[in-house]
């Protein structure tokens, strides 16, 4: 119950915190550092809307307890953008509508991100088998999948 | 709203030899912890509420995968269940499994010894805590009703474990550590069929890692749940044998899960296989023979008759697996 100086890199940026033994990687993402662009959904790790990376893997920041990842490197949401300029994932969500209410989509945009890194020419299935873990109330699995493998097209510059 | 942690000390040993000693405290309740991604929502939800959590996430000696002169295979209770699925040495029907479990963001923090220790689940206790405050706790709640058949006097939450199953099927072994010192018991005296002391186990031992013998058989595992992806298995089925040259089963374990407190051994069935060739009628009469074992209950998604009929249709098409090129 006693406080630690978490030192965590996040989006590039080094930063330090002082956390409980009980605050989660979703709650010093959102309360602490204020990037509320990783979103709270179940709490319980059955949604997919928390997806971060860490050390470059796709994890449920909702169910990482902070001390956990101290010392690793996090990727949000908020550094899928370079100087400005949105990731081409990004930019093919928003070409494609595969948005629909938008709360599932920054848990989509970082699995498929880590998906397209070690695969970048997925088939469908395995788009869908790479997203399996995010779930879309709005039922919109069609548009996003069309959206990741334009992506993958475009990173491969086709 | 977000649902808070309830506090706790976070302890980060990086040996064995600390990990045991804290694990050890009289004074404290203590949990040991993996991956998190088990005992985080069941604390969140206040279904335990343990005064420290034991990491083992910082020694190193758990991490990875080794094949020894003998071909066994040892994989360390903090080695994830992606490692486990990308590996080209585990057992092929072992990775598979592991790429069965839950999802991909989970298999990337969830390690094998969380899995192999999975707390048994039911759908009266995996609920948030003012749903189960409004219905009544349960008996594996501190309670003293099992909602799933109030006349029992024991809990019935379900084994949900996918890799218990397979290495129950593979006869792999645990190796366990505590501050009296290190045993290895066959994975299958592991489990209990009791869903509040399903591990047999003392409360202050460690799963350090599982051992996998060197199979010389054929393997499979198939998995019913509802969706694809992240479910738990409503039924498991693994089995493993051996043929000689003819054809004929020599060998056979016909492991049923996510039907039971434990994996169940369905042993009618395995006998019966043995010294006999896998024809249809045979797989069909060891299917039929399986289901005797199972006695599904009301208490995850889809039914318990049609969990039971699903057990002869699973192990009927799992036989079929092993069987491959039968005459």
Known sequence: MADHILAIDVNGDRHRVLVTDQRTLLEVLREDLGLTGTKHGCDVGECGACTVLVDDKPVLSCLVIARQVDGSSVQTVEGLAHDGKPDLLQEAFAELGAAQCGYCTPGMLISARSLLDDNPDPTTEEVQAGLAGNLCRCTGYIKIFDAVRLAAARDRGL | ?327
């Open chain 2, 1 to 327: 709203m977000t649902i808070r942690l309830p506090a706790f000390d976070y302890l980060t040993p990086e040996t064995l030899e600390d990990a045991a000693q804290l694990l050890a405290d009289p004074e404290r309740s203590v949990v040991v912890v993996g991956g998190g991604t088990d005992v985080v929502p069941k604390m969140k939800r206040r279904q335990i509420t343990p005064e420290v959590l034991v990491s083992l996430s910082r020694i190193e000696s758990l991490h990875g995968i080794r094949i020894d002169e003998s071909g066994a295979c040892t994989i360390g209770a903090s080695t994830t269940l992606a490692e486990i699925h990308d590996s080209t040495v585990v057992p092929e029907v072992f990775a598979a499994a592991a790429g069965d479990v839950a999802s991909p963001q989970i298999r990337n923090s969830a390690t094998v010894g969380g899995n192999l220790c999975l707390d048994t689940r039911c759908n009266y206790i995996d609920m948030s805590d003012s749903w189960r405050q409004a219905s009544g706790y349960c008996l594996k709640d501190g309670g003293d009703t099992c909602w799933v058949a109030p006349r029992s006097n024991k809990c019935w939450a379900i084994s949900s474990s996918d890799l218990a199953t397979v290495a129950v099927a593979l006869g792999g072994s645990v190796r366990l550590t505590s501050v009296r010192g290190e045993r290895l018991i066959p994975i299958e005296a592991l489990y209990n069929n009791d869903g509040m002391s399903y591990l047999t186990c003392a409360a202050d031992e460690i799963l350090v890692e599982l051992v996998l013998p060197r199979g010389n058989g054929r393997a499979t595992y198939r998995k019913l749940r509802r969706r694809g992806s992240i479910d738990f298995p409503l039924l498991g089925v693994a089995i493993s044998a051996r043929f000689d040259d003819a054809g004929m089963c020599v060998f056979a374990r016909i492991v049923l899960g996510g039907i039971a407190s434990a994996p169940l051994r369905a042993i009618e069935a395995e006998e019966f296989i043995v010294g006999r060739q896998l024809t249809d009628e045979v797989l069909e009469e060891a299917a039929r023979l399986a289901t005797q074992p199972a006695r599904p209950q009301d208490n995850t998604d889809t039914g318990s008759r049609y969990r039971k009929w699903m057990v002869s249709v699973f192990v009927e098409r799992a036989l079929g697996d092993v069987a491959g090129d039968r005459a």
